[in-house]
């Protein structure tokens, strides 16, 4: 399987830096599951051994956790314990110890499993992504009952290599010297991926048996910004890295000096900038950048966990907007649907059935205990509401009225109701065509350019056989933003773009040339998407965008955008995807 051979392999961007090290494997010794029936007179041996484990291992995440000095991070060890302390998940393994005679080993890797199947079903990459963390956790805990359980020693000066990684290893990681880390699986939105980006270790993670492709000592490449991992690189390769690494160090510097700065175009557009957050926790990276605003608070993980609860979700918003005043934070409302959250319904195509704001109209009381979290956490008037999903205007209409009915329900129950701004995402093609209407019933709008992309181009965007004709510089796209676009600025409401063209040089210099107000995208795509606004000229981007639109192919578009991101910033073409 091994080869002496420069080896470069594509995996994703977890959190940008060069990194020229030799590597390390680590690898935790997959538990063994041996499954046994029990003799009667074993049983509440078993069942001890399963509570003690559990006991043990809540120990261990609690001890870690009093560790740890940074607050918001010790807090996603809570989520671990948390499902460990889960009376429900406790009374599963001990009823299949008891009733099944079941060994404790086998029980828990039963239930584990189970949890971890559904939530690989769900359609959002965010409960997928969990279901690696469960399972790392299970493992963990079948370790502990079998007294095996041994933390790694990441005292190492160099890249780790390992299968996948825990919250409980990423925080270890953080404290030692390793210089990168690349894993087999994880996604973006995972917390351990979090915490890296949090502590700028570059991390590439989905390289698909890399434990098996290197040996100890190996030398490697990883370039977190673009996802890849070059093994065993030639003397010329390397030669270019080092290169490329103190260029890019130089860069990095560079764009750190415009940290305080505006991003406003030569010609003196301001174009407000802002973060995309999944989780909670990313608000406080935002801080340290320097005082930004969310554009995109996607509330799945909130609603996965909280959907009944109106108070926890309050505390939730209250925090957020608390956090980055007086700036402002745009709370999306739940966008789940298909196959997400009804266990007992599945549907052909999910991405064409019941979603977002057809889910919330369906389930209205959900709705609504959201809209009223979102109303009273708006102490500070800095909170816009969003809808996701729109198709057509009787569904604006509906959800406003049920957003205002609330409104005046809360202020019959306490003063100083602040209304926060209302929008709506602008991400089906149907709701372009109706936006003249639709403005008249909203304060903003956000073009969402993943589903705009999907549903204008009818390519699924999780799949990767078709994921070579997913593209949002087609010109059909960009037509549609130039609707979009042109109608905002004819009625006077505020639009915004969140999808991942807000984080592609090629996007920022269309969506500016277009004339969009506002640019949310990841936040640690924030400070080069401002190095570039600070470079365009507004008129040279409205040129382009006006010859864009006629073009027959985003290639060509590609071409046209290139040859002026080559004038003004060309760096940003070599650091990134
Ligand atoms: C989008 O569709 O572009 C968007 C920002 O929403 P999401 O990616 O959460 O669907
Ligand atoms: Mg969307």
Redesign the pocket.
Known sequence: MRSSQELKLKGIPVSPGIVIAPVKIFKRKRAQVKERILKPTEIEDEVSKFTKGTEKLISVLNELKMETKEENLARLLDVEISILNDTEMQNDVILLIRNKRRNAESAISSVFNNRKESLLKHESSYMRERANELERLGMDLIAMINDDYSREDFGFDGIIATESLSIEQALRIVRSNAKGVVTEVGGRTEHSALILRNFEVPTVFGIEKITKLVEDGDTMILDGGKGVVIINPMDSTLNRYFFIKSGYERYESGLASERDLPAITVDGKEIGLYA?I?IPEEADRLLDLGKYGIG?F?T?MVFNEYSSDEEKQYQIYYDIAKKVYPNSVTI?SF?VGGDKFYSDYTEENPFLGLR?IRVLLEEQEVFERQIRAVIRANVHSNIRFMI??VSNYEEVLEAKKIFLRNKKLLEKQQNNVNQPRFGV?I?VPSAVFILEHIAELVDFV?????????YTLAVN?KSLRVSKLFNHLHPAVLKLIQITTDICREKNIVVA?????ASDPYGVVLLVGFGIDEI?CPSSRILEVKSLIRRINLSDAEQIAAEAVKKSNHRAVKDLVGEYLKSVMPELLEFYE
Request: hydrophobic content about 20%.
């Open positions: 995309n999944d995109l996607r799945e999306r966008d977002g996701p999903m995402m991400e956000s073009i969402g350019t993943n589903d705009l992309t999907q965007r773009s969140c999808g991942e063209m949310s």
